[in-house]
């Protein structure tokens, strides 16, 4: 795993309609909207921020995790108006089995137009050929059927459940189901299957 492709500057990701960037104090309104909407956390083990001071300090704290090599959160940002529309991340940078989780959120009046996953595309394709991680992997609650698509589309599989095997802040003891794409599959998904833009198929081989 290179962690320096990830912690020696923030890399910036880019598709024909979203672009992943860092998240900026004055990008406080649209990550404000985000974390005060109890709708975007109901699946999540986050606790909504209805508090803008609270949400401008979190900003801060994104930047301290980033130094500290701990966690990445890039913004998701619409080409067509640079408005931020949800956030991205990528944590448990597990060297030893080169190993990293990710999650994502949106803006609830972004839910629905193939945002989320044209933004795990781009960071699976990150993690795969920049960085040479092995395996990318992600923990939903089984509720949450819509992330649970937008890792499907992406050809990640579901690997089981784990029964009341995590504490999720606001949650309690929930269980969660495993979702995990190796690099051995993202390649013969590269082969066997043409996307475009919008991540449709076009073409299967």
């Known amino acids: 795993m290179n962690l320096e492709t990830v912690f020696n500057g923030l890399p910036i990701l880019k598709s024909d309609h979203i672009t992943l960037n860092k998240i900026e104090e004055n990008n406080l309104e649209e990550v404000f909207e985000i974390y005060n909407n109890d709708r975007v956390f109901e699946f999540c083990g986050i606790i909504p921020k209805h508090n803008k001071d609270t949400v401008k300090k979190m900003i801060g704290h994104f930047e301290r995790d980033y130094h500290k090599k701990t966690r990445v959160k890039w913004g998701i940002f619409h080409n067509e108006n640079e408005k931020l529309v949800g ?13 990293v989780t990710i999650g994502y959120f949106l803006a609830e009046s ?12 781009l960071l699976v ?7 040479n991680v092995n395996r990318i992997q992600a923990e939903v609650m089984p509720l949450n059927v819509n992330s649970k698509k937008v890792l499907l589309k992406n050809g990640f599989l579901k690997e089981g459940t784990l029964r009341q095997a995590a504490l999720w802040s606001g949650k309690g003891i929930v269980d969660l189901e495993i979702y995990g794409l190796l690099k051995e599959d993202y390649k013969k998904l590269q082969k066997s299957v043409l996307f475009d833009d919008d991540f449709k198929v076009i073409k299967a081989f």
């Open 87 to 99: 956030i991205i991340e990528a944590q448990d940078f597990n060297q030893k089995v080169n190993m």
């Open 110 to 121: 972004y839910w629905g137009k193939g945002i989320a996953t044209q933004s795990v595309r």
């Open 125 to 131: 394709e990150f993690f795969f050929k920049e960085v």
